[in-house]
T-cell receptor
C-alpha cells in the first residue's frame, strides 16, 4: 500500500513533442503528490506538486493531471526540449512534505 | 544559501570498513532526511529527523546502519561494517515546517564498497 508505481521506465521524445509520465498509488491517505527532476550527478529537485483537492496544476510547460477516484496522476511536459532530458520521479506523502514514497523514476531523453 | 552540503562526494572502501557520511542542512530547516538511491530499488527514505530527533527510522535496512543529528546543522549516516550491497548514492535533504511542500536535496555521496 505504500508503493507508488510509475511508467514508463524510459521515454524518448522528439524536440517539441509532448512527454507524458504516469503514476499510480494505493494508499488513500496520501495527500500530497510532488514531481522531482534529477539531472545526472545531482540531487532531485522539486519540479511541481499537487494536492488532491484540484484535478490539474500547470506551471509553464509542466502540467500535473490528478484523478483521485482512479488514484492516478501524471506529468505532461509540453514542447519538450533537450534540456528537459533528466530522470523524473513522482512521489506521494501522507504528511505534507514529510515521509515521501518515491516512484522508481522515468528517464526522459528529448532528441534535438 | 549554499544549499544542503554533503561530504564526501565519493567514497570507496573495502568490505568490513566503517563508513561515515556527513550532511549539513540548509540553515533554518528543522527536518532532515537521509535517502539511498540504487538502480534496483530507486530512491528509498532511510530515516528522517525533526528538530534533531529521529522521527521515523523504519527505512533503515539493518543494524549496520545508524544515523545521528547532534545539532541543527549536522547529521551523520554511519555504516559499520560496510558490505558491497551498500554501494549506492546516499542523499541528504532538508526542509522547514513553513515550506514543508519542498525538500531540498544535497548533491549526494556515491559510495562504493569493494
Amino acid at each position: 500500500q505504500q508503493q507508488v508505481k510509475q511508467s514508463p521506465q524510459s521515454l524518448i521524445v522528439q524536440k517539441g513533442g509532448i512527454s507524458i509520465i504516469n503514476c499510480a498509488y494505493e494508499n488513500t491517505a496520501f495527500d500530497y503528490f510532488p514531481w522531482y527532476q534529477q539531472f545526472p550527478g545531482k540531487g532531485p529537485a522539486l519540479l511541481i506538486a499537487i494536492r488532491p483537492d484540484v484535478s490539474e496544476k500547470k506551471e509553464g510547460r509542466f502540467t500535473i493531471s490528478f484523478n483521485k477516484s482512479a488514484k492516478q496522476f501524471s506529468l505532461h511536459i509540453m514542447d519538450s526540449q533537450p534540456g528537459d532530458s533528466a530522470t523524473y520521479f513522482c512521489a506521494a506523502s501522507k504528511l505534507w512534505g514529510q515521509n515521501f514514497v518515491f516512484g522508481p523514476g522515468t528517464r526522459l531523453s528529448v532528441l534535438p | 544559501d549554499a544549499g544542503v552540503i554533503q561530504s564526501p562526494r565519493h567514497e570507496v572502501t573495502e568490505m568490513g570498513q566503517e563508513v561515515t557520511l556527513r550532511c549539513k542542512p540548509i540553515s533554518g530547516h528543522d527536518y532532515l532526511f537521509w535517502y539511498r538511491q540504487t538502480m534496483m530499488r530507486g530512491l528509498e527514505l532511510l530515516i528522517y529527523f525533526n528538530n534533531n530527533v529521529p522521527i521515523d527510522d523504519s527505512g533503515m535496512p539493518e543494524d549496520r546502519f545508524s544515523a545521528k543529528m547532534p545539532n541543527a546543522s549536522f547529521s551523520t549516516l554511519k555504516i559499520q561494517p560496510s558490505e558491497p550491497r551498500d554501494s549506492a548514492v546516499y542523499f541528504c535533504a532538508s526542509n522547514s515546517r513553513d515550506r514543508a511542500y519542498e525538500q531540498y536535496f544535497g548533491p549526494g555521496t556515491r559510495l562504493t564498497v569493494t
